[in-house]
């Protein structure tokens, strides 16, 4: 297939309080280094997020349709391959996990 198939996506990371507390921020930086790493960073944006109402579950982060909650920087590996690169090939992956 000629051309760049791939396509803008943006990560939403909570960093409202109890989400920031459960470090939220690291999760970030941890996806973002993969992202670079990928040579994904003009395709992929890591963006916070107010609040989603998840607090009690952990680092929450949205991605389209999908939010997932108690993620941990050790989760992100997984997440970056089972759920930021399927949607950067095309693959419809509205799921929707801890909700
Ligand atoms: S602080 Fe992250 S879901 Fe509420």
């Given at each position: 297939?000629?051309?760049?198939?791939?396509?803008r996506l943006t990560?939403?990371?909570?960093?409202?309080?109890?989400?920031?507390?459960?470090?939220?921020?690291?999760?970030?930086?941890?996806?973002?280094?993969l992202i670079e790493?990928?040579?994904?960073?003009?395709?992929?944006?890591?963006?916070?997020?107010?609040?989603?109402?998840?607090?009690?579950?952990?680092?929450?982060?949205?991605?389209?349709?999908?939010?997932?909650?108690?993620?941990?920087?050790?989760?992100?590996?997984?997440?970056?391959?089972?759920?930021?690169?399927?949607?950067?090939?095309?693959?419809?992956?509205?799921?929707?996990?801890?909700?």
């Amino acid at each position: 297939m000629a051309g760049n198939d791939e396509k803008r996506l943006t990560i939403h990371i909570c960093v409202g309080s109890s989400c920031y507390v459960r470090g939220s921020d690291q999760v970030a930086a941890r996806l973002e280094q993969l992202i670079e790493q990928a040579g994904l960073a003009d395709v992929v944006e890591v963006v916070g997020a107010f609040c989603m109402e998840q607090c009690s579950m952990g680092v929450t982060i949205r991605i389209g349709d999908t939010v997932m909650d108690g993620i941990t920087v050790d989760d992100i590996p997984r997440f970056f391959s089972e759920e930021v690169l399927p949607r950067l090939h095309g693959a419809n992956g509205a799921t929707h996990v801890g909700r």
